[in-house]
């Protein structure tokens, strides 16, 4: 997408350290890449420049300090403060829109919410919002075995793959002894229930 080469300059910067452009640039254009893949395999017919912008800008706040991302969640979602103040592997999600809006003026509210529950998920999802949560989830550079379920499921159904998704996060989050975000507790039972038709 060489409309967008200005945006992928920036967020290239501003994952640079010391010189050495990090691991999750290349994981954001990978999760463009495969969300587009998805739009087109799936026929989603969403369009696909908000596809690749939602995929390239889902973890934009990724690299930001935690007293940044803190601070934003304060600001941004004082209704969520007590549920997610100890798992700070979200924060950067829920303070992307912030920083998108901010960093790349990009305000069009379904890319926003996209990056938004890349995370996390939530209830209902749109199906922008699905096609991220996924696409971050099953990138070709994550080549773990317990990604192999919901890639093939991928090419199926996206709601299955959801589905997939929530159930294996929240095993993974039982197993290791750590809190499960409400939103993704309500996302699961939405879609352990929506599910049974995918
Ligand atoms: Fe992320
Ligand atoms: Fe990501």
């Given at each position: 997408?060489?409309k967008?080469?200005?945006?992928k300059?920036?967020?290239?910067?501003?994952?640079?350290i010391n010189?050495v452009v990090q691991k999750?640039?290349y994981?954001?254009?990978?999760?463009?890449?495969?969300?587009l893949e998805?739009?087109?395999?799936l026929n989603?017919?969403?369009?696909?420049?908000?596809?690749?912008l939602?995929?390239?800008?889902?973890?934009?706040?990724?690299?930001k300090s935690?007293?940044?991302?803190?601070n934003i969640?304060?600001?941004?979602f004082?209704?969520l403060?007590?549920?997610?103040?100890?798992?700070?592997?979200?924060?950067?999600?829920?303070?992307?829109p912030y920083?998108?809006k901010?960093?790349?003026s990009?305000?069009?509210?379904?890319?926003?919410?996209a990056?938004?529950?890349?995370?996390?998920?939530?209830?209902?999802?749109?199906?922008?919002d699905k096609?991220i949560?996924?696409?971050?989830?099953i990138e070709?550079?994550?080549?773990?075995?317990y990604?192999?379920?919901a890639k093939d499921a991928?090419?199926?159904?996206?709601?299955?793959?959801?589905?997939?998704?929530?159930n294996?996060k929240?095993d993974?989050?039982?197993k290791?002894?750590r809190i499960i975000?409400e939103?993704?507790?309500?996302?699961?039972n939405?879609?352990?229930?929506?599910?049974?038709?995918?």
């Amino acid at each position: 997408m060489e409309k967008f080469e200005e945006i992928k300059k920036k967020l290239k910067d501003s994952m640079t350290i010391n010189g050495v452009v990090q691991k999750r640039y290349y994981h954001s254009l990978e999760v463009a890449k495969k969300a587009l893949e998805l739009n087109e395999s799936l026929n989603l017919g969403l369009d696909s420049d908000k596809v690749y912008l939602a995929g390239l800008l889902h973890d934009a706040a990724k690299l930001k300090s935690d007293d940044c991302l803190w601070n934003i969640i304060l600001k941004e979602f004082p209704h969520l403060v007590d549920q997610v103040k100890d798992t700070k592997t979200i924060w950067h999600s829920l303070a992307g829109p912030y920083i998108v809006k901010k960093e790349y003026s990009i305000f069009d509210e379904e890319i926003l919410s996209a990056i938004c529950y890349h995370t996390t998920g939530k209830e209902n999802m749109s199906t922008l919002d699905k096609v991220i949560f996924v696409a971050d989830y099953i990138e070709d550079t994550r080549d773990n075995s317990y990604t192999k379920e919901a890639k093939d499921a991928s090419k199926i159904s996206l709601d299955r793959t959801v589905k997939i998704i929530l159930n294996q996060k929240v095993d993974f989050l039982r197993k290791s002894g750590r809190i499960i975000c409400e939103l993704t507790f309500k996302a699961l039972n939405y879609y352990l229930e929506y599910g049974e038709k995918c």
